[in-house]
């Protein structure tokens, strides 16, 4: 039997648009969808749908046996607002849906795996500017501490059972094909479907909260290459810091300006505001550069340009 590819929670803001990647670069009956909806959304009914929760170790178990997965993404997770809001699930799911699919591959069914952590891993003690791959992490949120001891997990399935493990800090990702779900950052794809809306957007961070961010189509191909790169370029098993650009909520505003003059914004920063102030501003990611040759395409201006010219087909301006 042929090996196939799995993506779980596959239905979320990253999946949807690698499952698409997956399924250009390999074939559509190769990369299999599942999230734990019974059915799958649009974007994915082109392939292959399976129903996991990934909680569920028997039933994962049975799909990765059953369809030989030799190559695994695992990307369901509560991320941070969401989290928040029920710390105890946040842990479950996070720290358990990863020991699960860990442990599939320590048996030797899955022989190459992808999970993301986030720069979330940071905390208020993480020095803010250019954060350094390795420097003090203290997250405040649950969803920041189960990236932590995910990391060091992977890293501890990677040394003592050789789990072929990959991973990177995934900053906030802006795309306009797929909604986020529950982060601190998706500010950053609102502000475009208010902006074509209603020419407004209510903020919920402050104006002065810069943070990493991505443009989704570099978010893909970095999970791309580090999974195509030969395994003794994978220097570090923890998680690699990548980065984009760095930008304010008043930066984003400024460059939608550019294109919608007449664009406003309120802030009215709520709870998310203090996760957002106790990340990184902006990171070092020279290793991966070295490692496996990292390198983002897109510019602020670049990322601005392209999401309102691919949301104006989508979003009927009224
Ligand atoms: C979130 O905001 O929780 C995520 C992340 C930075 O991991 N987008």
Known sequence: MKSTILVIGAAGQIGSEL??????????DKVIAS?????????????????????????????????KCEEVYHLAALLSATAEKNPALGWDLNMNG????????????IKRMFWPSSIAVFGPNTPKDRTPQRTIMEPTTVYGITKVAGESWCEYYHKRYKVDIRSVRYPGIIGYKSAPGGGTTDYAVHIFHE??????????L???????????????KAVMEIMAAPEEKIGLRTSY?????????AMLADAIRVHIPEFTIRYEPDYRDAIAQSWPSSLDDHMAREHWGWKPDYSLQAMVEDMLLNLKKKVPVE
């Open 35 to 67: 999230d734990i909806h019974s059915s799958p959304p649009e974007v994915l009914a082109d392939g292959p749908y399976e129903q996991i929760n990934v909680l569920d170790k028997a039933k994962l178990a049975e799909i990765v046996i059953a369809h």
């Open 195 to 204: 902006a074509l809306k209603q020419g407004h957007y209510d903020c919920f």
């Open 241 to 249: 810091n990548i980065s984009g650009f760095s930008i304010t909520p």
């Open 206 to 220: 402050s104006e002065s909260a810069r943070l990493p961010m991505m443009y989704m189509p570099d978010a893909t």
């Open 19 to 28: 499952v698409q990647a997956l399924r250009s670069a390999h074939g559509r």
């Open 98 to 109: 990863l020991s699960n699919v860990l442990d599939l591959a320590r048996e030797g069914h």
